[in-house]
Nanobody, 125 residues
């Protein structure tokens, strides 16, 4: 009922920048929070950042605080993740997710009902 499509991934050198986009469609009026997660090969999916769709309040994982910025454009139903000072450990498939619930912490994957297909980010020289 909510569809999410990520874009903007690619290959960058350490210290470089990328901006990921996530376009939402369908029953977007039900979205309460949008988040970004990443998953490296053989590892668990990991929370990165989240934003409240209504008031724009944000939350970041400690590993990306000060390097990444999450933002939204409500008119376009789109959330962005500006990634600066990228590190090799940021290499992963990056996913956006949407939650229609306020009962969970922003970093809790269980609170997100809808997920995009993922976009690859590779940080390597």
């Amino acid at each position: 009922q909510v569809q999410l499509v990520e874009s903007g991934g690619g290959l960058v050198q350490p210290g470089g920048s990328l901006r990921l986009s996530c376009a939402a469609s369908g029953r977007t009026f039900s979205i309460y929070t949008m988040g970004w997660f990443r998953q490296a090969p053989g590892k668990e999916r990991q929370f990165v950042a989240a934003i409240n769709w209504s008031d724009g309040s944000t939350y970041y994982a400690d590993s990306v605080k000060g390097r990444f910025t999450i933002s939204r454009d409500n008119a376009k139903n789109t959330v962005y993740l500006q990634m600066n000072s990228l590190k090799p450990e940021d290499t992963a498939v990056w996913y956006c997710a949407a939650s229609g619930s306020w009962r969970y912490r922003n970093y809790d994957a269980a609170g997100y009902q809808y997920w995009g297909q993922g976009t690859q980010v590779t940080v390597s020289s």
